[in-house]
């Protein structure tokens, strides 16, 4: 036996020397990385503005609790009433109404409050009072992008240094705890805090993966299709969070959901373990094109500008739409998350077709297409009168911003190989930036002006915006590069094609040919 375990372990190691240099493995990891991330993002959009509601109308039951109570009439003034009530009687009007039968406007308040925290996703009675948590809920969804915006210019050097494995399992820490504090948190100012926290580890876990991502996958068309599997992860976490959280918060409670995420982290975290060895700092091989100048780039800028504006569309959804739907459609607690699967499934969808498809159509025709789509469904959510009426514009949302994910994410990677030197934390911080200045502006802003002019102006804006921006994108489609990375690039694509039709069962003699290439397969 003891031999025997010998072997299995030996057999275990050489299995796990070899799978470190598969890349398929790594993607493996990336996309449950970018899951786990954007499940809890999404997780909290049906719970927080249907809990914090709860919380403020507590808070006034308990209130009104405190307040003194009407003290009982006196005798000699109950004489009078009653001698009232003769003489009006007389008169003809019915004045049967007795001290002792009007509920008084504290009492009334009182008893209304306390039915409202069983009920509070279903016709709100405080129409005030339910605007007024736009402004709140867009702030707590705002604090993690806006933490993760401020933390990015920091791990994109950082990765460039050390190398990717590290951060990544940093970021796996700082998720585990996030989602801990989410499940048992009870306060605003906690919810708060737990939100801020998840930008922290969303940074390190996006940018690193994307990193690692683009170093791995070195071929343009293999990098696009593998970026877009890994958005696969992105799209799964933000399609399986707003249904799970809802189903879940209606029928088990809050904590339930965030503990089930939490053992999602812990599989992450051990898979990342035994493959990515994070207690192995990788030196840095070569210098890479500094922060600055990259963000001075013009091409790279649209780019990150097509990223930031198409998800500020979702952006300004995920905290107005669930206090619009319970205006106007009394919508159900559950209903406030299975509105946003549309977007959720045709992102998913937008996703694994563009990945494959914008390379060979051209990534700037697709982002153009993406980014009008985009704001011609936004403008369209409005005039929807039930949950049904959601489903198309919601649809084409997600699948619009599919397009333009899908197809800008490889182009930063690219013109970081076109026109730069080719480290990839950097660049992919900057589009990590740009994603998180959508979901930063977009709940802070869309939450004010939506409590101010309503709705469906909101909607209006942002689509007017997203279709404005659209032909920006023209300039993505040459961009101009220094010739001799054009000229390496070029070397790089024939002979990666040169591999793949010798994989085909041809036989190729050149020089181009590199024998280890199928070990990464």
């Given at each position: 036996?003891?031999?025997?375990?010998?072997?299995?372990?030996?057999?275990?190691?050489?299995?796990?020397?070899?799978?470190?240099?598969?890349?398929?493995?790594?993607?493996?990891?990336?996309?449950?990385?970018?899951?786990?991330?954007?499940?809890?993002?999404t997780v909290v959009v049906p719970i927080i503005p249907s809990y914090l509601y709860s919380l403020d109308v507590s808070k006034d039951v308990d209130?009104?609790?405190?307040?003194?109570?009407?003290?009982?009439?006196?005798?000699?003034?109950?004489?009078?009433?009653?001698?009232?009530?003769?003489?009006?009687?007389?008169?003809?009007?019915?004045?049967?109404?007795?001290?002792?039968?009007?509920?008084?406007?504290?009492?009334?308040?009182?008893?209304?409050?306390?039915?409202?925290?069983?009920?509070?996703?279903?016709?709100?009675?405080?129409?005030?009072?339910?605007?007024?948590?736009?402004?709140?809920?867009?702030?707590?969804?705002?604090?993690?992008?806006?933490?993760?915006?401020?933390?990015?210019?920091?791990?994109?050097?950082?990765?460039?240094?050390?190398?990717?494995?590290?951060?990544?399992?940093?970021?796996?820490?700082?998720?585990?705890?996030?989602?801990?504090?989410?499940?048992?948190?009870s306060s605003y100012a906690l919810l708060f805090l737990a939100r801020s926290l998840q930008g922290v580890g969303s940074s390190c876990s996006s940018?690193?993966?994307?990193?690692?991502?683009?170093?791995?996958?070195?071929?343009?068309?293999?990098?696009?299709?593998?970026?877009?599997?890994?958005?696969?992860?992105?799209?799964?976490?933000?399609?399986?969070?707003?249904?799970?959280?809802?189903?879940?918060?209606?029928?088990?409670?809050?904590?339930?959901?965030?503990?089930?995420?939490?053992?999602?982290?812990?599989?992450?975290?051990?898979?990342?373990?035994?493959?990515?060895?994070?207690?192995?700092?990788?030196?840095?091989?070569?210098?890479?094109?500094?922060?600055?100048t990259l963000m001075r780039d013009p091409y790279i800028v649209i780019a990150a500008g097509a990223i930031c504006f198409g998800n500020m569309a979702?952006?300004?959804?995920?905290?107005?739409?669930?206090?619009?739907?319970?205006?106007?459609?009394?919508?159900?607690?559950?209903?406030?998350?299975?509105?946003?699967?549309?977007?959720?499934?045709?992102?998913?969808?937008?996703?694994?077709?563009?990945?494959?498809?914008?390379?060979?159509?051209?990534?700037?025709?697709?982002?153009?297409?993406?980014?009008?789509?985009?704001?011609?469904?936004?403008?369209?959510?409005?005039?929807?009168?039930?949950?049904?009426?959601?489903?198309?514009?919601?649809?084409?949302?997600?699948?619009?911003?599919?397009?333009?994910?899908?197809?800008?994410?490889?182009?930063?990677?690219?013109?970081?190989?076109?026109?730069?030197?080719?480290?990839?934390?950097?660049?992919?911080?900057?589009?990590?930036?740009?994603?998180?200045?959508?979901?930063?502006?977009?709940?802070?802003?869309?939450?004010?002006?939506?409590?101010?002019?309503?709705?469906?102006?909101?909607?209006?804006?942002?689509?007017?915006?997203?279709?404005?921006?659209?032909?920006?994108?023209?300039?993505?489609?040459?961009?101009?590069?220094?010739?001799?990375?054009?000229?390496?690039?070029?070397?790089?694509?024939?002979?990666?094609?040169?591999?793949?039709?010798?994989?085909?069962?041809?036989?190729?003699?050149?020089?181009?040919?590199?024998?280890?290439?199928?070990?990464?397969?």
């Amino acid at each position: 036996m003891g031999k025997l375990d010998a072997f299995r372990q030996f057999n275990l190691l050489k299995w796990l020397r070899e799978e470190r240099q598969s890349r398929k493995l790594i993607l493996f990891i990336v996309f449950v990385a970018l899951l786990l991330d954007n499940m809890l993002l999404t997780v909290v959009v049906p719970i927080i503005p249907s809990y914090l509601y709860s919380l403020d109308v507590s808070k006034d039951v308990d209130l009104n609790n405190t307040l003194p109570q009407q003290p009982t009439p006196p005798a000699a003034f109950d004489r009078i009433v009653s001698l009232y009530d003769n003489t009006v009687r007389l008169s003809g009007y019915n004045a049967s109404a007795r001290w002792t039968d009007v509920v008084t406007p504290t009492s009334a308040a009182a008893a209304a409050a306390t039915q409202l925290p069983q009920n509070a996703s279903d016709c709100p009675s405080s129409t005030s009072k339910l605007n007024k948590e736009n402004v709140k809920v867009g702030l707590l969804f705002a604090s993690k992008a806006t933490v993760q915006l401020l933390t990015n210019p920091f791990i994109g050097p950082l990765t460039n240094r050390i190398g990717y494995q590290l951060p990544i399992f940093i970021g796996f820490c700082i998720m585990f705890a996030s989602t801990i504090m989410f499940a048992f948190s009870s306060s605003y100012a906690l919810l708060f805090l737990a939100r801020s926290l998840q930008g922290v580890g969303s940074s390190c876990s996006s940018v690193a993966g994307m990193g690692m991502l683009a170093s791995v996958y070195t071929d343009d068309e293999e990098r696009g299709h593998a970026i877009g599997i890994a958005l696969g992860g992105l799209a799964m976490g933000v399609l399986v969070g707003p249904p799970f959280g809802s189903v879940m918060y209606e029928f088990v409670g809050k904590t339930a959901p965030f503990l089930i995420l939490a053992c999602l982290a812990l599989f992450d975290g051990a898979l990342q373990l035994l493959i990515l060895q994070p207690t192995k700092v990788e030196p840095e091989s070569q210098k890479g094109t500094p922060l600055l100048t990259l963000m001075r780039d013009p091409y790279i800028v649209i780019a990150a500008g097509a990223i930031c504006f198409g998800n500020m569309a979702i952006a300004m959804l995920e905290p107005t739409l669930p206090i619009w739907m319970m205006e106007t459609m009394c919508a159900r607690k559950w209903q406030l998350g299975v509105a946003f699967l549309p977007a959720s499934i045709s992102y998913l969808i937008g996703t694994y077709i563009f990945g494959k498809l914008a390379h060979k159509m051209g990534r700037w025709l697709c982002a153009v297409i993406g980014m009008v789509l985009v704001g011609i469904c936004v403008i369209g959510v409005p005039f929807a009168r039930s949950i049904y009426g959601l489903i198309l514009p919601n649809f084409g949302v997600g699948f619009a911003i599919g397009m333009v994910d899908s197809s800008m994410m490889p182009i930063m990677g690219y013109l970081v190989d076109l026109r730069h030197v080719s480290v990839y934390g950097s660049v992919y911080a900057i589009a990590d930036v740009a994603f998180c200045m959508g979901f930063a502006l977009g709940p802070s802003i869309g939450g004010s002006i939506a409590e101010s002019i309503g709705f469906p102006w909101l909607m209006t804006i942002i689509g007017i915006v997203d279709v404005l921006f659209a032909p920006l994108c023209l300039f993505l489609r040459n961009p101009p590069g220094q010739e001799e990375k054009i000229a390496i690039l070029m070397d790089t694509n024939c002979s990666m094609k040169t591999r793949s039709y010798s994989t085909q069962g041809n036989s190729y003699q050149g020089e181009d040919m590199d024998p280890d290439y199928d070990e990464y397969d």
